[in-house]
């Protein structure tokens, strides 16, 4: 069937679940912007159960059966099938088959990385599922590169965040100095950092006893029994999260890899002031010194270090506060969308020209 581009866009995007990810955050913004740019969206989740308090106007669609989900659909036409993950892409392709789509995959990660070395079959599978669909798109030019050098290539569009959503709160103050991070603690391979980050703050601690430490994003943290006080704000969404990050004037990332490093760039955009591991797409926003610190992967002194300068340089923090919201500003979530639809419309006017050939 030939279809007018120039009309309003039927896309269905499919997430593995629903949860406080930066990876299901990012689609769920990007969904937003499409529906206030008169697109019709649907979104579905090969997983039952999904944290609703998420900023979202999306009821999701739970595949119960993923292998018969080209059913469910069958009798809907879209433009797009959208595969947000690995896993994601076996019923995206069925989808797009069904439905007459064409399947673009969102590459937030080389999520065969979180696997490496755990799970051989899982590994495979997901390096498998990068030649499974034509036209990849990735937020980072180091998420491109590592496609790349798999043999794979993929559109870059800018990371986008809700800067109605992500600015700096109030935040009463008590004169002490404040740092944060994000706690997930049963990251596969430490992909997030913890153990890190657990000694770096204890280290500063023990240094300096008039420090507060917090951590977001786990439950049962207690259960870590970690050597010193913190304060924790457990699992966050997006309406509590700016405020999380406006409590603190240091936001440390620690990750070992990552497609984009979300965190790093709400926590500016929030006004604290980044110590980023030198992994993932950081340099796609962070310069060091200019709007923030890069420091090594794996690396506890130099973390301690860069968290001491900021404590003891207030012109240098305020310096690169200022720059950071200068930085933000171009990953308005509207600006994102336009070229990810961008890339989308160029690739079904492919599919409607390889269509058209085939007629002939």
Not at 248 to 275: L, N, P, Q, W
């Amino acid at each position: 069937m030939k279809r007018e581009t120039e009309q309003p866009l039927r896309i269905l995007a499919v997430l593995p679940t629903i949860n406080h990810y930066g990876g299901v955050i990012s689609v769920l913004n990007m969904l937003e912007e499409f529906l206030e740019l008169g697109h019709h969206c649907v979104l579905a989740t090969l997983s039952k159960y999904a944290k609703l308090d998420l900023v979202t106007r999306f009821s999701p669609v739970w595949l119960s059966a993923p292998e018969r989900a080209g059913e469910l659909f069958a009798d809907q036409i879209f433009d797009f099938v959208i595969a947000t993950s690995w896993e994601t892409v076996p019923v995206t392709l069925a989808l797009a088959a069904a439905t007459g789509a064409v399947p673009i995959y969102f590459v937030q990660d080389l999520e065969a990385d979180f696997v490496k070395g755990i799970d051989d079959l899982k590994y495979s599978r997901a390096l498998r599922t990068y030649g499974e669909i034509d036209t990849k798109i990735v937020k980072t030019h180091h998420l491109r590169g590592r496609l790349n050098a798999i043999g794979w290539d993929a559109h870059v569009i800018r990371p986008g965040m809700n800067l109605n959503i992500f600015y700096p709160r109030p935040s009463p103050r008590d004169g002490t100095f404040r740092v944060l991070a994000m706690a997930r603690p049963d990251a596969p391979n430490n992909q997030r950092g913890f153990p890190l980050i657990v000694k770096a703050f204890a280290e500063l601690c023990a240094k300096h006893p008039h420090l507060r430490v917090g951590f977001f994003g786990a439950s049962g943290l207690e259960g870590h029994n970690l050597p010193f006080a913190y304060k924790d704000f457990g699992p966050v969404g997006s309406k509590s999260l700016p405020a999380v990050y406006s409590w603190s004037d240091v936001f440390i990332d620690a990750s070992r890899f990552h497609g984009f490093g979300r965190t790093g760039v709400e926590a500016m955009a929030c006004g604290s002031v980044v110590v980023l591991s030198d992994s993932g797409g950081i340099r796609d926003y962070c310069v060091d010194g200019k709007n923030g610190l890069i420091v090594p992967v794996d690396d506890v002194p130099a973390i301690v270090a860069a968290v001491e300068q900021l404590m003891h340089d207030t012109p240098l923090r305020l310096r690169l506060r200022a720059a950071a919201f200068e930085t933000v500003k171009q990953f308005d979530d509207r600006i994102a969308a336009r070229e990810f639809l961008s890339v989308c419309l160029g690739s079904l006017r492919n599919h409607l020209r390889t269509a058209n050939l085939a007629t002939v």
